[in-house]
Every structure is written in C-alpha cells, then in structure tokens.
C-alpha cells in the first residue's frame, strides 16, 4: 500500500548531505568531532510550523514547552533506495542554492516501502556552517578542542 503522506518526485528538490559523527583524539590532547558526508542526495524538506525559537549566536534554535531542545523542527523525507545503513546517520547537511547552509541533528527515522523520512532538528542555519568533511585537505576542516 502506498503512503499518502510519501513526497512525489518532483518534491525531491532539497540537496542534502546524510552525514555520520566522530570524535577523533589526534596527539592524546586534541579532539575532533568530524561530521562525514557519506551520500549525498535529493529531499524534501517539510518544517513544524508554530514552535516557539531563538536566533542564537551559533544560528537558529527551537525550544519546546519545558526548554529543552529536542522536539523535531523538520521532517525530511529521502528515496528508501540509496543503498546506506540509515541508523547510523547523525546529522542532515542542507545546500541552499540563494539561502544559508543548514545543519540538522536527525533524531529518528520511518520508513516505507519507497521513502525514509527523518524527523530532525535544526541545529545551524548560518553563513559560517562549514559543510561536511569529505577527508580532503582542501576542504575547510573543524576546529580543535583541547581535552
């Protein structure tokens, strides 16, 4: 049975990078938290409208009743084909073409026979958001922290 809720095609207008966390110790005092794109695909982006948010100063925030941080803000819904282990995704990576990057901490996932949706969090939506690490020297890397 088909999901009435499921995108059509032409909805899959959103790039998105699915992208998985580490932290990594270099030297035994430094520590990396890298976010690795793993694919890179086509999303519809749907957000929950109505919740009370912030401008802070590392982007965007929304904040439920108690204030807490942990509601989903978006629902984004990808092909249930893409060939990746979905569990194992923790962030969402939005290009914009004319708007800011986005960066969304996944929260969960649903799945029918043609389409993943991933109820996320909005987390970044600022100029400054470095897009994911590819493992390529070129590309903007994360800052340290120092244990």
């Not at 802070?56 to 009743?65: D, L, P, V």
């Not at 989903?72 to 282990?85: P, W």
């Not at 960066?103 to 996320?120: A, C, I, Q």
Request: glycine share 6%; aromatic share 8%; net charge positive.
């Amino acid at each position: 049975m088909k999901d009435p809720g499921a995108p059509k095609l032409h909805e899959l207008i959103h790039r998105v990078a699915l992208c998985t966390q580490k932290d990594i110790v270099v030297d035994g005092s430094t520590m990396e938290l890298r976010r690795e794109s793993v694919v890179w695909t086509w999303a519809r982006v749907r957000s929950h409208y109505g919740l009370p948010s912030i401008v802070a100063r590392s982007g965007y925030t929304i904040f439920n009743a108690e204030g807490k941080n942990t509601i989903a803000t978006h629902a984004i819904s990808i092909r249930a084909g893409i060939g990746v282990d979905i569990t194992a995704m923790a962030f969402v990576y939005e290009e914009r073409r004319k708007s800011m990057p986005r960066w969304y901490k996944v929260l969960g996932f649903s799945e029918t026979d043609d389409y993943l949706t991933l109820p996320v969090r909005m987390i970044e939506k600022s100029d400054a958001a470095l897009p994911p690490v590819n493992n390529n020297p070129l590309v903007a890397q994360p800052t340290r922290v120092d244990l």
